[in-house]
């Protein structure tokens, strides 16, 4: 299995400033992976595919990067609807075997 | 719009079955891989069984392997997931995810909001 791992466990950010979530898998994925927002109460969204590529309607200051082990997801100007939890998401195995990290929790400092 | 409605949640006790339902509309129902993923209180989501577009291929989490079973109903537009023997360890809002490819080896781009599953004596 595949295990994902995600730091910090909770990252306190003011609003306008930038917010960096990283992802490290276990073993070399490649770019076969994915970023969730999930608001309280609400299911996950997909924020990011394919480590960079940005999902229908999810705004410019949200961009994704990395490939093998190490990913990153940044928000460049933080705004309220924001805080939320982020999961990363491995799709490299096959048969699937999909596997989620722990999330982070971006709060409000 | 892309919409997914799970429906069946509910209470029951261990060792016993349910049939979670998912109900899609706003896209090409038999053109996609659906999936479904549950997630525990307070933790992260965790992968339970994908369907293949035509329903020929099924591929099951460990955890689940031979206790659930993965259906759909193409000209309904509705997925299954039939749970036997359920445990504790089954507690969890399962939610019925859709694919972007026919076969299931992507990521998850559409979630419904879930149906809850409580196993308790």
């Known amino acids: 299995e595949i295990v994902m791992t995600q730091s910090p466990a909770t990252l306190s950010v003011s609003p306008g400033e930038r917010a960096t979530l990283s992802c490290r898998a276990s073993?070399?994925?490649?770019?076969?992976l994915a970023w969730y927002q999930q608001r309280p109460g609400q299911a996950p969204r997909l924020f990011i595919y394919?480590?960079?590529t940005r999902a229908t309607d999810v705004p410019a200051r949200f961009s994704g990067s990395g490939s093998g082990t190490e990913f990153t997801l940044t928000i460049s100007s933080l705004q309220s609807e924001d805080f939320a939890v982020y999961y990363c998401?491995?799709?490299?195995?096959?048969?699937?075997?999909?596997?989620f990290g722990q999330g982070t929790k971006l709060e409000i400092k | 719009q892309v919409l997914l409605v799970e429906s069946g949640g509910g209470v029951v006790q261990p060792g016993t079955s349910l049939r979670l339902s998912c109900a899609a509309s706003?896209?090409?129902?038999?053109?996609?891989?659906l999936h479904w993923v549950r997630q525990s209180p307070g933790k992260g989501p965790d992968w339970v069984a994908t369907?293949?577009?035509?329903?020929?291929?099924?591929y099951f989490a460990d955890s689940v392997k031979g206790r659930f079973t993965l259906s759909r109903d193409n000209s309904q537009n509705t997925l299954y997931l039939e749970m036997d023997s359920v445990t504790p360890a089954d507690t969890a809002l399962y939610f019925c995810?859709?694919?972007?490819?026919?076969?299931?080896?992507?990521?998850?781009?559409?979630w419904g909001q879930g149906t809850p599953v409580t196993v308790s004596s």
């Open positions: 995810v859709r694919d972007p490819g026919k076969v299931g080896a992507a990521y998850f781009d559409y």
């Open positions: 706003g896209f090409t129902f038999s053109s996609h891989a």
């Open positions: 369907i293949s577009n035509d329903g020929n291929k099924k």
């Open positions: 073993q070399n994925i490649y770019s076969s």
């Open positions: 394919a480590a960079s």
């Open positions: 998401q491995q799709y490299r195995n096959w048969p699937p075997q999909y596997t």
